[in-house]
């Protein structure tokens, strides 16, 4: 079975500067989708970016990007020029293509990110 | 697109009482899944639907609970005998299955709470 771990309970970073959250997943499977998403205090998850596990090109979407190392299952998300609006929960998502497990999204525990002024 | 809609956002109820919560997916999605989320977790998958499908229910969905979605719009999940281990958020989501980049659309969740 698949599994995702997020080592980070919580994360603090100053406004403007950059911060990684860490993901780390268990698989066997070759081809699969990861996923960021973020719940701000409001609770509606969102979603922040995703990547193709065949695509060997890290996934970027403005100030949001990940470092994706196949081999280490490993899929990590860099945050450049943090906003206080960035402040959220933020988890890691796993999703299998193969079609009897396509439907089940498994998420992490979470990482809070605090921004500070 | 008025995204993912769920009623109540807040229920509070008294151990063995039923509740039930509604779930207004994105008109078009044909995809919809219901999730449970404890304080310091990530969301659980519970069940899903395609259509009016109900396709896969995960072990955590004891018999006490229950999904429908009619007509494939919106959905309801009913708990029976509510427990106290029974509080949680409950996180419905939709999607259209088919696209290459499909994407899982979220409500803002029901907060029950059993006391």
């Known amino acids: 079975a698949q599994t995702v771990t997020q080592s980070q309970p919580e994360m603090s970073v100053q406004e403007a500067e950059t911060v990684t959250l860490s993901c780390t997943y268990d698989t066997s499977e070759s081809d699969y989708y990861l996923f960021w998403y973020k719940q701000p205090p409001s609770r509606q998850m969102i979603l922040v970016i995703r990547?193709?596990?065949?695509?060997?090109q890290n996934a970027t979407e403005n100030r949001f990007s990940v470092n994706f190392q196949k081999a280490a299952k490993s899929f990590s998300l860099k945050i450049s020029d943090s906003q206080l609006g960035d402040a959220a929960m933020y988890f890691c998502a796993y999703r299998s293509v193969r079609v009897e497990g396509a439907y089940k999204y498994i998420f992490g525990t979470g990482t809070r990110l605090k921004v500070l002024a | 697109d008025t995204g993912v809609s769920q009623d109540p956002r807040h229920k509070i109820t008294k151990r063995g009482q039923n509740v039930t919560f509604r779930c207004d997916p994105i008109?078009?999605?044909?995809?919809l899944y219901w999730y449970r989320q404890t304080l310091g977790q990530g969301p659980e998958f519970l069940t899903y639907?395609?259509?009016?499908?109900?396709?896969?229910k995960s072990r955590l969905l004891s018999d006490r609970f229950s999904a429908e979605r009619p007509k494939g719009s919106f959905s309801t999940l009913e708990i029976q005998r509510t427990e106290q281990g029974d509080s949680a958020m409950y996180l419905c989501a939709s999607s259209l299955v088919g696209l290459a980049n499909e994407k899982l659309f979220f409500g803002s969740g029901t907060q029950l709470s059993v006391l």
């Open positions: 639907f395609q259509n009016e499908a109900q396709l896969e």
């Open positions: 990547q193709e596990a065949y695509k060997q």
């Open positions: 008109s078009e999605h044909n995809r």
